[in-house]
DNA sequence: GCTGTCACTTGACAGGTGTACAGTCGCGCA
DNA sequence: TGCGCGACTGTACACCTGTCAAGTGACAGC
């Protein structure tokens, strides 16, 4: 008899060493090899396994995208929270393996609409996280006319970011340098050193 | 016995309609649809088609992006040579439809290397043209000390305009509205209405 | 009338995909 | 000692993928 399908054993060792191959899975080798078989051999598993702890791919790869949502945003939180909060999430912001993830993801997205969900409850939160900070940094620093509305400069940044990621991909770098000098600068205003 | 399997017969009727079908299916349907199955089939085709008039879904998809491009090139060339350059770049830039096919170009890069490659040059030139515009118009204009380089807001304006549909197609719009002003603004600095 | 060429069709291959279901093993508990 | 249950395996299904080889039919040139 079938039991209970280890779904919710979420912390079972295998469901998490699954986890943990579909991570490394995409950011080795992108979403063309986010499949159950891949995924298994990864962990040296049997494929099977893969819908013994997971109703579909659909529920993996948005438990996959929840980890990595969860561990950004310690990083995103220690950035924030530094003493240039701004030029650290501008480096976080451009840091590649977590912003060429994420570029996984919206192709992944394409095909599993939960994960899509997910993606956008996830982006808007980090925004208005975003967005806060850079507000309160206005205020205690007395910007009273800021090079642009705080909404502008966070959307700006990952824009920017993701944007050079995207290039990097196809191997065009034509202009990153003068855009990131221009970031830089802008980012000045609000953060000096 | 197989004779020229009409790789060369670029002009050929049956051939036109697929690379038009070809188009279709990654404007509606996206990426994952790029198959030579469904490809001959909205054609009204037989699949076999495909490979009679491409080596390969490889040379296809080069096709396809090489005539995107070109006709993109023709609303760039307008673009450029209109009374206030930078708005109708912007416009264009914005453009929902070119520019989600642009994202479905970026996954399919992932499988296909040539695809990549086309990407960049196109990518290349199509920059350097706007860094030559801008330059051009602070020339005329007498901007001596632009708010950035011309290089930075030429690629500023793609990622932005990039980012938004992305992030749309997560059905995102937070900050999106404060950003497009800013950078409106901004265009105005050089091209006053 | 024969031949060759071009456009296309028929049929198939090997390999990959997500997913399902029944069976087996081993361990804890009665 | 036996039972139950959770973890895992074996096997299989239906479907989809790119790609290929051979054959058919029409038409042009000799």
């Known amino acids: 008899m079938v039991a209970n399908r280890g779904y919710n054993s979420t912390s079972a060792k295998t469901r998490q060493r699954l986890i943990e191959a579909a991570s490394e899975i995409l950011d080795e080798e992108g979403y063309p090899a986010f499949t159950a078989r891949r995924i298994a051999s990864r962990a040296e598993l ?17 438990t996959v995208f929840k980890r990595s949502s969860a561990s950004y945003f310690q990083l995103h939180d220690e950035a924030l929270s530094s003493p ?24 992944l997205g394409k095909i599993y ?47 920017v970011a993701r944007s050079i990621v995207i290039e990097s991909n196809v191997a065009m770098t034509m202009a990153h340098e003068e855009l990131n000098t221009f970031v830089e600068k802008t980012l000045d205003q609000y953060d000096p050193s």
Chains 1, 2 share one sequence.
């Open 113 to 159: 609409p939960a994960l899509r969900e997910e993606m956008r409850a996830s982006g808007e939160s980090f925004r208005a996280l975003q967005i806060e900070a850079i507000e309160n940094i206005c205020r205690q620093r007395g910007i009273d006319n800021p090079p642009m509305p705080a909404a502008a400069l966070a959307a700006m940044m990952s824009a």
């Open 46 to 62: 049997k494929p099977q396994l893969v819908h013994y702890y997971f109703r579909s791919m659909e529920e993996l790869v948005v």
């Open 84 to 107: 240039r909060p701004l030029h650290a999430l501008w480096r976080l912001n451009c840091h590649i393996p977590e912003a060429r993830r994420m570029l996984e993801y919206v192709a």
